[in-house]
């Protein structure tokens, strides 16, 4: 049967060799991934690529069918944004909330799912426990953090004179990494969930070999999981942040839109302010270039380091 | 065993933890007056369903959420047929165009909405004239190239957990390509 299914496949093949160098091996491909392709062009692609042009010209809203002129001032918007100190506020501020977010993320999503990938009592209900922040709307959610971290609120009740003055989410030091552990906290479960598929596929005789030749539960972490896990650190890193570049929901509703001085302003925070409330979408549109550049340069910087042993 | 029950406990606790802020929005939504104090969080008066029986005064509770039944079906239509087609595609065919399409899908992921959500809104409003309705949402919704692309790369997992040689098999047997598709891959949905 093995010989058959190849012989088919190779007589398929001389076939129509010019059709394959044009459309690939199997061009049924190129139909199959078409609805999708198409659907990226018109509602990604397009929008896309006019954004970026809004970034060089001097673009503005006008009425339906009115005709303007919107010239082309190359990086004039570019110089503006850069030299806007709010801008370069907020890019620290996500570098702030990055340092804090994707470090506690790994580790925390990498402990807790090899502690409920062992024998555990409660095990589903464990799981399902993390991960309902994950599936739960962020809105609601910082209804309630927004209550908990209030002047009043609980954890100042629980700290008592612990409590920092001014309170957390107007204290330009605290706010951010208020936020970054909110989203931390939000986003764990989905983390989890995938280092335990990862986990799924180190081997347990790796666990065996270590603990015959002695391995606490440290070290069969460290020298076993971390590495056999390596891939998927990869991709919770450029995930997480993803995700965290583009923090808008939290700096908008925590802290009302940018927090004490801008603390917790982030760029996309900015970019919906300045493009939508104050009507300026071509320097909207030059900081969401620059952020783009920005996280496609520390993805792949983070896939460098984290698979830099391969 | 001791480090287990330590292991157990501490995985409750965090657990614990994890759900607080749930049981503290229960407590709030049963509370008549605001309490954001220590003893607030638990309450062994003042409480009533006073809050539940007057959301449909403050939200028209049956239309909203009527209109997320609607948007959430149409989403998972839309990223169930288009994720599903191009996530098979990427995984087991070999066509012309495959890897840009792939670093595409992955670019929607990097590319912020609140940047598109101009232009976007231009088009769907302005150029199609889809403003207030539900296709215009389901469209324009940052969620829904999101959820295709990550369907996508889910879906690219599916095919790899079948044999290539049933693949082939079923072919020879005069198998459509998209019934066999709908057979194996699609069984694991």
Same mark, same amino acid.
């Given at each position: 049967? %093995?010989?058959?299914?190849?012989?088919?496949?190779?007589?398929?093949?001389?076939?129509?060799?010019?059709?394959?160098?044009?459309?690939? @091996?199997?061009?049924?491909? *190129?139909?199959?991934?078409?609805?999708?392709? &198409?659907?990226?062009?018109?509602?990604?692609?397009?929008?896309?690529?006019?954004?970026?042009?809004?970034?060089?010209?001097?673009?503005?809203? %006008?009425?339906?069918?009115?005709?303007?002129?919107?010239?082309?001032?190359?990086?004039?918007?570019? @110089?503006?944004?850069?030299?806007?100190?709010?801008?370069?506020? %907020?890019?620290?501020?996500?570098?702030?909330?990055?340092?804090?977010?994707?470090?506690?993320?790994?580790?925390?999503?990498?402990?807790?799912?090899?502690?409920?990938?062992?024998?555990?009592?409660?095990?589903?209900?464990?799981?399902?426990?993390?991960? &309902?922040?994950?599936?739960?709307?962020? &809105?609601?959610?910082?209804?309630?953090?927004?209550?908990?971290?209030?002047?009043?609120?609980?954890?100042?009740?629980? !700290?008592?004179?612990?409590?920092?003055?001014?309170?957390?989410?107007?204290?330009?030091?605290?706010?951010?990494?208020?936020?970054?552990?909110?989203?931390?906290?939000?986003?764990?479960?989905?983390?989890?969930?995938?280092?335990?598929?990862?986990?799924?596929?180190?081997?347990?005789?790796?666990?065996?070999?270590?603990?015959?030749?002695?391995?606490?539960?440290? @070290?069969?972490?460290?020298?076993?999981?971390?590495?056999?896990? @390596?891939?998927?650190?990869?991709?919770?890193? *450029?995930?997480?942040?993803?995700?965290?570049?583009? !923090?808008?929901?939290?700096?908008?509703?925590?802290?009302?839109?940018?927090?004490?001085?801008?603390?917790?302003?982030?760029?996309?925070?900015?970019?919906?302010?300045?493009?939508?409330?104050?009507?300026?979408?071509?320097?909207? %549109?030059? *900081?969401?270039?620059?952020?783009?550049?920005?996280?496609?340069?520390?993805?792949?910087?983070?896939?460098?380091?984290?698979?830099?042993?391969? | 065993?001791?480090?287990?029950?330590?292991?157990?406990?501490?995985?409750?606790?965090?657990?614990?933890?994890?759900?607080?802020?749930?049981?503290?929005?229960?407590?709030?939504?049963?509370?008549?007056?605001?309490?954001?104090?220590?003893?607030?969080?638990?309450?062994?008066?003042?409480?009533?369903?006073?809050?539940?029986?007057?959301?449909?005064?403050?939200?028209?509770?049956?239309?909203?959420?009527?209109?997320?039944?609607?948007?959430?079906? /149409?989403?998972?239509?839309?990223?169930?047929?288009? /994720?599903?087609?191009?996530?098979?595609?990427?995984?087991?065919?070999?066509?012309? /165009?495959?890897?840009?399409?792939?670093?595409?899908?992955?670019?929607?992921?990097?590319?912020?909405?609140?940047?598109?959500?101009?232009?976007?809104?231009?088009?769907?409003?302005?150029?199609?004239?889809?403003?207030?309705?539900?296709?215009?949402?389901?469209?324009?919704?940052?969620?829904?190239?999101?959820?295709?692309?990550?369907?996508?790369?889910?879906?690219?997992?599916?095919?790899?957990?079948?044999?290539?040689?049933?693949?082939?098999?079923?072919?020879?047997?005069?198998?459509?390509? /998209?019934?066999?598709?709908?057979?194996?891959?699609?069984?694991?949905?």
């Amino acid at each position: 049967m %093995s010989q058959q299914v190849q012989t088919t496949q190779r007589r398929r093949q001389r076939r129509s060799p010019q059709l394959a160098t044009v459309l690939g @091996r199997q061009p049924l491909g *190129i139909a199959f991934a078409a609805p999708y392709a &198409v659907f990226l062009v018109v509602i990604f692609a397009y929008p896309l690529g006019l954004a970026v042009w809004i970034s060089f010209h001097d673009y503005f809203f %006008s009425a339906p069918g009115v005709q303007v002129d919107r010239p082309f001032v190359g990086l004039a918007n570019y @110089r503006d944004v850069l030299g806007d100190p709010a801008v370069r506020q %907020s890019f620290v501020n996500v570098v702030k909330f990055l340092v804090i977010n994707v470090p506690l993320t790994v580790v925390s999503a990498l402990v807790l799912a090899t502690a409920l990938n062992g024998p555990v009592r409660g095990r589903t209900l464990l799981r399902v426990s993390y991960y &309902v922040p994950y599936v739960t709307a962020s &809105v609601a959610l910082v209804a309630v953090w927004l209550f908990l971290f209030s002047g009043s609120g609980f954890v100042n009740g629980l !700290l008592g004179s612990l409590a920092p003055e001014p309170s957390w989410l107007i204290n330009s030091a605290w706010v951010m990494p208020i936020i970054a552990v909110f989203v931390t906290w939000k986003q764990l479960g989905f983390f989890i969930l995938l280092y335990l598929a990862a986990l799924q596929n180190v081997p347990k005789e790796l666990y065996e070999s270590a603990s015959t030749d002695g391995a606490g539960l440290l @070290r069969k972490f460290w020298h076993v999981t971390v590495p056999g896990v @390596r891939p998927a650190t990869t991709l919770v890193v *450029i995930l997480a942040t993803i995700t965290g570049a583009n !923090l808008f929901t939290e700096p908008y509703l925590l802290t009302n839109g940018g927090g004490p001085n801008g603390a917790s302003t982030s760029p996309v925070l900015l970019m919906y302010q300045k493009g939508i409330e104050q009507q300026d979408p071509d320097v909207a %549109s030059a *900081i969401g270039v620059l952020l783009v550049i920005g996280v496609l340069l520390i993805s792949v910087a983070s896939r460098r380091i984290t698979e830099a042993r391969d | 065993m001791t480090r287990a029950v330590a292991r157990t406990a501490a995985l409750y606790l965090g657990a614990l933890a994890f759900l607080f802020p749930f049981y503290y929005m229960i407590v709030g939504s049963l509370q008549s007056e605001p309490d954001t104090s220590l003893r607030g969080a638990f309450p062994t008066s003042g409480l009533t369903l006073g809050n539940y029986s007057d959301i449909n005064s403050r939200v028209d509770l049956l239309r909203s959420l009527t209109n997320s039944g609607i948007f959430t079906g /149409g989403v998972i239509l839309g990223t169930i047929v288009f /994720g599903v087609l191009a996530g098979y595609a990427l995984a087991r065919l070999h066509f012309r /165009g495959r890897g840009t399409l792939f670093a595409l899908m992955l670019l929607v992921q990097i590319i912020p909405f609140q940047l598109l959500i101009i232009p976007i809104y231009v088009m769907i409003v302005r150029t199609y004239g889809l403003a207030d309705t539900y296709l215009g949402m389901i469209a324009r919704s940052p969620s829904t190239p999101r959820l295709c692309s990550s369907s996508a790369s889910s879906s690219s997992l599916c095919p790899r957990s079948s044999s290539p040689q049933r693949g082939w098999t079923a072919r020879v047997s005069c198998a459509s390509c /998209g019934r066999w598709r709908c057979h194996s891959c699609g069984q694991r949905w």
